[in-house]
């Protein structure tokens, strides 16, 4: 069984930093990807950023820039460094491994604003 904790949520003003990191427990037989997802009030989910086993990533136009994700295979974490934060940036963050079953977080809430 494979378990995902997120973490690092909170309330930032615009404009400011979190990073979020998701702790993995157990073990994939293969490990295709990691990342994030988010989803708002009233919006669907909506991927942010991945990470290849390999190490490359990619992102949502709307994160490019401002957000980075990165792993730390001594620590089983993934992170998601979150800059210039946005009052649209607002959302629950889940963290994603595909190993190759979907396995997901219980989801850490980020919330911007003045």
């Known amino acids: 069984q494979v378990q995902l904790v997120e973490s690092g949520g909170g309330s930032v003003q615009p404009g400011g930093s979190l990073r979020l990191s998701c702790v993995v427990s157990g073990s994939c037989f293969s490990i295709f990807y990691m990342g994030w997802y988010r989803q708002a009030p009233g919006k669907e989910r909506e991927s942010v950023a991945f990470i290849t086993t390999g190490g490359a990533t990619t992102y949502a136009d709307s994160v490019k820039g401002r957000f980075t994700i990165s792993r730390d295979d001594a620590k089983n974490t993934v992170y998601l460094q979150m800059n210039s934060l946005k009052p649209e940036d607002t959302a629950v963050y889940y963290c994603?491994?595909?190993?190759?079953?979907?396995?997901w977080g219980q989801g850490t809430q980020v919330t911007v604003s003045s």
């Open positions: 994603l491994l595909k190993c190759p079953r979907e396995n």
